[in-house]
């Protein structure tokens, strides 16, 4: 068998496939021959079929799918041998093929080929870095939050705005339950009660006390009713009766002081005495959440920079008509224009990526992603003040993480930003900007 290329255009490559009969018999008579010992034809033993009736069957169609096995192998071993960098796949040129009476062929196929990658256009340009100024409503948010994790349920007798029910509702008909009607043991939130009349009512109930009243008028967040009455949402509008509502057991949070016990359960590593210690502490760390908002968005700022700075040279043509024989449901064309192009936007900056990583030697080793891991977990042990596991403990999660072929994805197109995010620092012309928490948020959400 011969194969040739010539170029067909700066982004596409045609390979040209000489075979003969001898390239293919040796393949084909060994298919007939497994063939004739598992066929089973009235009137013969199991693998006693002659071979020319065999032949008459199965010869065609086992030569064509042998030549199309051949095809494919010596394809991709040119591609691999003389370092041909594609994209998507081969693609057999049109052209008539006469299997059955020709025993020598030559095939066609189209390639599309890798741009060179020229990132030069993209370093020493200016960009905007972003840096979010924790003020002191995030610092009392955050610490408002804190408390509420770290506080202590109570079960009180009386009800406050806030508190947690467990009641049971049941359905009335003329002021008494009705038979075969709702029954059902919940939960709700007073906070949740949206009709103020019905909630102030409920304000002045104590455990184990009662009040009648109509749900639907009570709860505006359809999903959240249904829930409560255990009925599915298409019932609801025929359910407008009264219920009685029996207040079982109250819930109530009460948060934690700000005081040394508190500030250890927080930060049980660090020593903190007083509040303005704790603030301060509160203030690096949301500083070293907020940077790493600020690295994404920077990532997603030069990562389109570059994208459009360097204009990479695709062979568009051939990748749609790639896309079209590959894809897994026919498309309208509107539809099919946009997913294409969306294809486009993808595969220009994983082309670009894969150059950074090469020229910058950044790699993801499984050594960085397991580092990366267990210091995850350790800050969420750390966030619900559980920092006592051993080393086999955590690492038995870390391990059952990695397993995780979706998040084990994730984390590994986290580091990336990480590491690609750096890359951008030390090759762009970074203007730094102070802005607020909410003035960053509305930059981002306008981010195309």
Not at 153 to 162: E, T, W, Y
Not at 169 to 189: C, R, W, Y
Not at 241 to 247: L, Y
Request: proline share 3%; aromatic share 8%; glycine share 4%.
């Amino acid at each position: 068998m011969e194969i040739t290329h010539k170029s067909a255009g700066k982004t596409t490559m045609i390979l040209e496939i000489k075979m003969v009969e001898s390239d293919y018999k040796k393949s084909v008579n060994d298919s007939l021959i497994n063939y004739q010992k598992k066929m089973n034809l009235p009137g013969f033993r199991v693998g006693k079929v002659p071979m020319t009736i065999v032949k008459k069957k199965y010869e065609l169609p086992i030569k064509i799918d042998e030549i199309n096995k051949l095809l494919s192998d010596s394809i991709q071993n040119y591609i691999s041998k003389n370092k041909i960098l594609i994209l998507g796949g081969p693609m057999p040129l049109e052209k008539s093929i006469d299997f059955a009476n020709s025993i020598d062929y030559i095939f066609e196929y189209e390639l599309g080929l890798q741009p060179k990658i020229n990132l030069s256009k993209g370093e020493n340009q200016k960009i905007d870095y972003w840096v979010i100024d924790s003020k002191n409503k995030q610092i009392t948010e955050h610490i408002n939050s804190l408390t509420q994790r770290f506080g202590q349920v109570i079960n009180p007798d009386v009800i406050k705005k806030g508190d947690m029910l467990n009641v049971n509702f049941k359905q009335l008909e003329n002021g008494v339950p009705m038979e075969d009607g709702i029954n059902h043991a919940t939960s709700l939130l007073v906070d949740k009660i949206d009709d103020d009349k019905i909630q102030k009512q409920f304000l002045k109930l104590k455990k184990s006390d009662t009040i009648v009243f109509k749900p639907h008028k009570a709860f505006s967040n359809k999903t959240d009713l249904a829930s409560m009455l255990n009925v599915t949402k298409e019932k609801l509008p025929f359910i407008q009766s009264d219920f009685i509502c029996e207040v079982q057991n109250i819930s109530r949070l009460l948060p934690a002081e700000l005081n040394k016990d508190f500030f250890k359960k927080v930060y049980p590593e660090i020593e903190i005495k007083t509040e303005k210690e704790f603030k301060v502490q509160i203030k690096k760390e949301l500083d070293e959440t907020y940077i790493k908002e600020s690295d994404r968005k920077l990532f997603n700022d030069a990562s389109q920079f570059y994208i459009d700075k360097i204009k990479v040279d695709l062979p568009e043509e051939f990748l749609k008509r790639w896309l079209k024989n590959n894809a897994k449901k026919k498309f309208e064309n509107d539809e099919f224009e946009k997913e294409y192009n969306n294809y486009l936007k993808y595969l220009s900056w994983q082309l670009i990526e894969n150059k950074i990583c090469q020229e910058n030697n950044i790699k993801i080793t499984n050594e960085d992603l397991a580092k990366f891991a267990k210091n995850r977990v350790l800050n969420q042990m750390k966030s619900y003040g559980n920092v006592n596991l051993g080393d086999k403990e955590i690492e038995g999660i870390v391990s059952n993480i990695l397993q995780n072929k979706q998040e084990s994805e994730k984390m590994t197109n986290e580091i990336v930003v990480i590491q690609l995010s750096e890359y951008f620092k030390s090759k762009m012309k970074i203007k730094r900007n102070t802005v607020s928490l909410d003035e960053f948020i509305k930059l981002a959400n306008n981010q195309k």
